[in-house]
T-cell receptor, first 109, second 112 residues
Framework: SQQGEEDPQALSIQEGENATMNCSYK?????LQWYRQNSGRGLVHLIL?????REKHSGRLRVTLDTSKKSSSLLITASRAADTASYFC?????????FGTGTSLTVIP | NAGVTQTPKFRVLKTGQSMTLLCAQD?????MYWYRQDPGMGLRLIHY???????AKGEVPDGYNVSRLKKQNFLLGLESAAPSQTSVYFC???????????FGPGTRLTVL
């Protein structure tokens, strides 16, 4: 399966700290995307990084991509209680979308 | 601009019953998707469509059928529901296969 795997499965931090989560995948990709899901809600797109890009920023988010290691990381800086959610990576290979199993982030006020 | 909407939000079925989940999008997207989400499994693609009148199988298509008669609508059918189909179902749409997907709020289905 191409399905990405996020690491760690769960993460608990204090407000103001940085949160880092990782995604590994198995085959070559067109791009990799990160999504957030608040409890009981649908997924919301956060950021997209193409296979020829190594790093991308959006506000407090920083995404890196290492295609040689088939891995990506999402860094959330200066976390807030409102960042509490599950985070999923999704890889695009051909015309198929594959989601990972997610990292559950809890930010303690 | 409602984005992606799903009907119904909740449903309880008995084993063997049938039902149809409706997904609608108002963004003129070509691609539409149906996923199911189970605890610890992430999202798994059931079926998808690359345009009006087309459908294709995803990772877990068995027990489901779909139709895309209009560009804005994507229907997911369960002909004979089974307890294993208890899940949260999400619809999504996108401009093409490379761009971000926009998700609906989900349908929580329980099959007894």
């Amino acid at each position: 399966s191409q399905q990405g795997e996020e690491d760690p499965q769960a993460l608990s931090i204090q407000e103001g700290e940085n949160a880092t989560m990782n995604c590994s995948y198995k085959t070559s990709i067109n791009n990799l995307q990160w999504y957030r899901q608040n409890s009981g809600r649908g997924l919301v797109h956060l950021i997209l990084i193409r296979s020829n890009e190594r790093e991308k920023h959006s506000g407090r988010l920083r995404v890196t991509l290492d295609t040689s290691k088939k891995s990506s990381s999402l860094l959330i800086t200066a976390s807030r209680a409102a960042d509490t959610a599950s985070y999923f990576c999704a890889t695009v290979t051909g015309n198929q979308f594959y989601f990972g199993t997610g990292t559950s982030l809890t930010v303690i006020p | 601009n409602a984005g992606v909407t799903q009907t119904p939000k909740f449903r309880v079925l008995k084993t063997g019953q049938s039902m149809t989940l409706l997904c609608a999008q108002d963004m003129n997207h070509e691609y539409m998707y149906w996923y199911r989400q189970d605890p610890g499994m992430g999202l798994r693609l059931i079926h998808y469509s690359v345009g009006e009148g087309t459908t294709a199988k995803g990772e877990v298509p068995d027990g489901y059928n779909v139709s895309r008669l209009k560009k804005q609508n994507f229907l997911l059918g369960l002909e004979s529901a089974a307890p294993s189909q208890t899940s949260v179902y999400f619809c999504a749409s996108s401009l093409d296969y490379l761009t971000e997907q926009f998700f609906g709020p989900g349908t929580r289905l329980t099959v007894l």
